[in-house]
T-cell receptor
Framework: GNSVTQMEGPVTLSEEAFLTINCTYT??????LFWYVQYPGEGLQLLLK?????DKGSNKGFEATYRKETTSFHLEKGSVQVSDSAVYFC??????????FGKGTKLSVKP | DGGITQSPKYLFRKEGQNVTLSCEQN?????MYWYRQDPGQGLRLIYY???????QKGDIAEGYSVSREKKESFPLTVTSAQKNPTAFYLC???????????FGQGTRLTVV
């Protein structure tokens, strides 16, 4: 069945460092791909999405490219801030309109 | 403001009791979902509904029940049959056929 695998955390970076969180998927067809962010004690917020191969989603300095050949959707940011500290979830669109999530990666950014 | 409202934010339940978590949306979305989040486990789908008066089981429906009598509302009941109910519960909604979902703020349920 469809599944998502993302790098385990926690990831700890210094402010202004480069961020990469790896995400790979297994799916039939070409589902939409998403990155969601969760701040402590809150629900999930959509960070970015891509709906077809080679699409690049971007928002708030974060980017991810839908790579069909490597079945990947890695999240990147050139310069992280303390306010980016959160848990990041990679997800793909399921056949029932639901989302299938990875286990999440906790990011901590130190000043 | 449009959005999804979950209540209560924190809920404590004694063993053997049923509890109901509320989820209301004013986004005019057809589809609604309940997910369970456990530490280090990501989110797992409990139940979903794509239209009023219809719903389907997700991956971990045992010990849970739902209803969808109104488009805006999708309450989740955690029954005494759920063996390990302590978790963070998230409700989401989306437009029909589109998987981009909007989430509520969650309810943290603790069994005492």
């Amino acid at each position: 069945g469809n599944s998502v695998t993302q790098m385990e955390g926690p990831v700890t970076l210094s402010e202004e460092a480069f961020l990469t969180i790896n995400c790979t998927y297994t799916a039939t067809g070409y589902p939409s791909l998403f990155w969601y962010v969760q701040y402590p004690g809150e629900g999930l917020q959509l960070l970015l999405k891509a709906t077809k191969a080679d699409d690049k989603g971007s928002n708030k300095g974060f980017e991810a490219t839908y790579r069909k050949e490597t079945t990947s959707f890695h999240l990147e940011k050139g310069s992280v801030q303390v306010s980016d500290s959160a848990v990041y979830f990679c997800a793909l669109g399921g056949s029932q309109g639901n989302l299938i999530f990875g286990k999440g990666t906790k990011l901590s950014v130190k000043p | 403001d449009g959005g999804i409202t979950q209540s209560p934010k924190y809920l404590f339940r004694k063993e053997g009791q049923n509890v109901t978590l509320s989820c209301e949306q004013n986004l005019n979305h057809d589809a609604m979902y309940w997910y369970r989040q456990d530490p280090g486990q990501g989110l797992r789908l409990i139940y979903y509904s794509q239209i009023v008066n219809d719903f389907q089981k997700g991956d971990i429906a045992e010990g849970y029940s739902v209803s969808r009598e109104k488009k805006e509302s999708f309450p989740l009941t955690v029954t005494s049959a759920q063996k390990n109910p302590t978790a963070f519960y998230l409700c989401a909604s989306s437009m029909s056929g589109i998987t981009e979902a909007f989430f509520g703020q969650g309810t943290r349920l603790t069994v005492v």
